[in-house]
Nanobody, 122 residues
């Protein structure tokens, strides 16, 4: 299983970005997908996760109402729509996957992609 995150960049506070995570796997719908982030000097933290069918999602309290996770199983791709961005959202964002979605929510998915940098200026 290989994951490729993209879509990061520099945006002003209040702006929006959409991250994409392309997953190379035979049956994408068998995997839960999550987004995590790590800011400089801080530990990696959970941001959001979605189950294989896309019917259920979980969010960290800090992003709930501003971020939306989704997936397109026909394209083997998951997304993170980030609105109302704040400077404290600045971090490297990683996507990850696991056949068992609760493991993703717990922060211990088996497969990880490389990160994409998101920088929010004030």
């Amino acid at each position: 299983v290989q994951l490729q995150a993209s879509g990061g960049g520099l945006v002003q506070a209040g702006g929006s970005l959409r991250l994409s995570c392309a997953v190379s796997v035979r049956t994408f719908s068998n995997y839960g997908v999550g987004w995590f982030r790590q800011a400089p000097g801080k530990e990696r933290e959970f941001v959001a996760a979605i189950n294989g069918s896309g019917s259920s999602a979980n969010y960290a309290a800090s992003v709930k109402g501003r971020f939306t996770i989704s997936r397109d199983n026909a394209k083997n791709t998951a997304y993170l729509q980030m609105n109302s961005l704040k400077p404290e959202d600045t971090a490297v964002y990683y996507c990850a996957a696991d056949p068992w979605t609760p493991v993703v929510v717990a922060g211990k998915p088996e497969y990880w992609g490389q990160g994409t940098q998101v920088t929010v200026s004030s």
